[in-house]
C-alpha cells in the first residue's frame, strides 16, 4: 500500500502577521470612561472614533493619549480581541453590565451599551451620556456613532491608565496631535505593547481622568 505523503504546511511568517495588522491612536480629549469604557474587565469602544471603529480588524492595536495641553500623554492602549454589531452587542447578556442605568454608580451612569434598533428599524438611543438632557435621543450623537458603521470594538487585553495617564517619550511616535486619528507604525506599536506589558498590570490601572460626577455630551463641545 502506497503511504500518503505528509503535507508540509509552511509556518506563517511574522513579517507576514505584522503586515496585516495595524496600529490606530487618536487624542482622547474627554476621559469620562464612556468612550473607551474601561470597566468590567475588557475595553469597548462602542461611541466616537466611527472611521476607527470602522477599519479596525481583530488584533490591531488601539492607541489613545491626551490632548497636548495636558502633556500628550498616554491614557490607555488596546488589543482589538473581538468586534461586534450594535445589535449583538446590546442583546448579548455578556455585555448587561455595559448598559447604563440612570439611577445607578457613577460608573453604571457612563454606560456605553446604548444603541440598538426597534422592530421597525429604526435606531434607539438609550438614556445615557451622548442623549439629551431629558433623556430623549441626541440626533447628532446618534447619526455620529452609527451612521458610518455599526461596529463595537471590544479587548479583553489592555492598559487604561485614565487619570494616571503616563509619559512614553520614547515612543512618542505611536500618538496622534491633531484632530482625527494617525496610523503609526504596527512595529513601534508592538514595541510599546511589549514594553507596557513588561512594565504594568494590564486591565484598568486608574480611573478615567473626568470620571467625577455625571454631565452629557451635546455632540460639539
Known amino acids: 500500500m502506497l503511504m500518503a505523503r505528509p503535507v508540509l504546511i509552511e509556518p506563517m511568517q511574522e513579517d507576514n502577521v505584522r503586515l496585516m495588522a495595524r496600529a490606530f491612536s487618536y487624542v482622547v480629549k474627554r476621559d469620562y470612561g464612556f468612550a473607551p469604557n474601561p470597566f468590567y474587565g475588557f475595553l469597548t469602544l462602542a461611541t466616537?472614533?466611527?472611521?476607527?471603529?470602522?477599519?479596525?480588524?481583530?488584533?490591531?492595536?488601539?492607541?489613545?493619549?491626551?490632548?497636548?495641553?495636558?502633556?500628550?500623554?498616554?491614557?490607555?492602549?488596546?488589543?482589538?480581541?473581538?468586534?461586534?454589531?450594535?445589535?449583538?452587542?446590546?442583546?448579548?447578556?455578556?455585555?448587561?453590565?455595559?448598559?447604563?442605568?440612570?439611577?445607578?454608580?457613577?460608573?453604571?451612569?457612563?454606560?456605553?451599551?446604548?444603541?440598538?434598533?426597534?422592530?421597525?428599524?429604526?435606531?434607539?438611543?438609550?438614556?445615557?451620556?451622548?442623549?439629551?438632557?431629558?433623556?430623549?435621543?441626541?440626533?447628532?450623537n446618534l447619526d455620529r456613532d452609527t451612521s458610518h458603521t455599526d461596529r463595537v470594538l471590544i479587548a479583553n487585553d489592555y492598559f487604561y491608565f485614565g487619570k494616571d495617564m503616563i509619559e512614553i517619550n520614547e515612543y512618542a511616535d505611536c500618538l496622534c496631535n491633531h484632530i482625527g486619528q494617525d496610523k503609526p507604525s504596527y512595529e513601534r506599536a508592538l514595541q510599546l505593547w511589549e514594553h507596557l506589558c513588561s512594565t504594568y498590570e494590564m486591565g484598568l490601572i486608574a480611573l478615567p481622568r473626568q470620571f467625577k460626577e455625571f454631565v452629557r455630551y451635546d455632540g460639539h463641545s
Open 48 to 140: 466616537c472614533k466611527p472611521l476607527i471603529r470602522k477599519n479596525a480588524e481583530i488584533g490591531d492595536f488601539i492607541i489613545g493619549n491626551s490632548p497636548s495641553n495636558l502633556g500628550s500623554k498616554l491614557v490607555y492602549m488596546a488589543k482589538v480581541s473581538e468586534i461586534i454589531t450594535f445589535d449583538e452587542y446590546w442583546s448579548n447578556p455578556r455585555f448587561l453590565c455595559k448598559k447604563p442605568i440612570m439611577n445607578g454608580s457613577v460608573k453604571k451612569l457612563y454606560g456605553d451599551n446604548i444603541y440598538h434598533h426597534a422592530e421597525d428599524g429604526t435606531w434607539m438611543q438609550e438614556n445615557s451620556h451622548h442623549s439629551l438632557k431629558d433623556g430623549s435621543i441626541n440626533k447628532e
